[in-house]
């Protein structure tokens, strides 16, 4: 079983930026990689970006590229997604999501999500 507590979120204008926090507990030694999703009103669940717990390459989906930065901090067992320059069509919930059993690729935790609501 792996845990995962979010934090961060928040209101910003468009332009600024915010760090959300995804920290893993139970058995993190199992976690292969940490992925970040949002969902916005009326829309599917998309994926956002991720990073394997070991390091290496990261994922990032389009709309984000160049923006937000995944990174990982295994010392704290703790994930994080930099969001910078945003627009208001970042606005979603957004969750982080641990992959830890087989197969790989099924994320197997969810974090209880965090709002983002970016003003322009």
């Known amino acids: 079983q792996v845990q995962l507590i979010q934090s961060g979120g928040g209101l910003v204008q468009a332009g600024g930026s915010l760090r959300l926090s995804c920290a893993a507990s139970?058995?993190?030694?199992?976690?292969?990689?940490v992925g970040w999703f949002r969902q916005a009103p009326g829309k599917e669940r998309e994926f956002v970006a991720r990073i394997p717990w070991s390091g290496g390459i990261t994922n990032y989906a389009d709309s984000v590229k160049d923006r937000f930065t995944i990174s990982r901090d295994n010392a704290k067992n703790t994930a994080y997604l930099q969001m910078n320059s945003l627009k208001p069509e970042d606005t979603a919930v957004y969750y982080c999501?641990?992959?830890?059993?087989?197969?790989?690729?099924?994320?197997?935790?969810w974090g209880q999500g965090t709002q983002v609501t970016v003003s322009s």
């Open positions: 999501a641990a992959d830890w059993k087989l197969p790989w690729g099924r994320y197997d935790s």
């Open positions: 139970g058995r993190t030694a199992s976690v292969y990689a």
